[in-house]
């Protein structure tokens, strides 16, 4: 019996240790992808010569499960005199998810600690008038995004946005919450001055 109990734990730790490895590689492939896309973005803006605008679904009209994963690219467009989509949609893993408000994990992590004032800045998934709505291509329903805009000077800006940096973070799990414990997550910090993004890593 106690042969049994020893397999059995390490039948169980391992594959705790392998579920624990797949979530840190998700969220790894996600925060890579998700920084990629929106330096492409910002590139697109200043050879467009337009306003790019990356959102990210804060509640889908038809699709629940796209609510803080899925994003894509609104580019203006001169002659309509409007955003128009010109990117298809992007999800992150099943897995990982934006969180709502700034995370208190994030503020006791050590390079929060270190050096605040270059991660510090103003949340985009919460900033109270950063809110864009469109209606779903097919007509049936109303999007409701968050988002972050580029200059064709490749400058970063949010409505109601004041300090130097905005920030979002992301994380593995299926709700999202601020004040849960959380071992890994990628915070990214988009400078406003620059439009330059960078990820930061517990």
Not at 20 to 40: C, M
Not at 54 to 80: C, H, L, M, P
Not at 108 to 128: I, K
Not at 134 to 153: I, T
């Amino acid at each position: 019996m106690i042969v049994v109990l020893a397999i059995m734990s390490a039948v169980s730790g391992a594959v705790i240790g392998s579920l624990t490895t797949l979530r840190s590689t998700s969220l790894s492939v996600s925060a890579r992808e998700f920084a990629d896309f929106i330096t492409l973005c910002r590139s697109e803006a200043i050879a467009r010569r337009t306003v790019v605008r990356v959102v990210i679904v804060e509640e889908s009209g038809t699709e629940k499960e796209r609510n803080f994963r899925a994003y894509t690219a609104f580019a203006w467009d001169r002659r309509s005199r409007r955003f128009e989509q010109y990117k298809s949609w992007e999800h992150l893993s099943d897995d990982v998810v934006f969180e709502v408000e700034f995370p208190r994990y994030v503020k006791e992590s050590e390079y929060y600690r270190e050096d605040p004032s270059s991660v510090r800045g103003d949340y985009l998934m919460s900033l109270p008038e950063n809110v864009f709505e469109k209606e779903d291509r097919n007509g049936s329903g109303v999007n409701r995004f968050r988002y972050v805009e580029f200059s064709p000077a490749g400058r970063a800006s949010a409505p109601s946005a004041s300090l130097r940096n905005l920030v979002l973070v992301m994380r593995p799990g299926n709700e999202t919450s601020a004040d849960r414990d959380v071992a890994n997550w990628a915070q990214f910090s988009i400078d406003t001055l620059t439009g330059r993004t960078r990820v930061y890593r517990p």
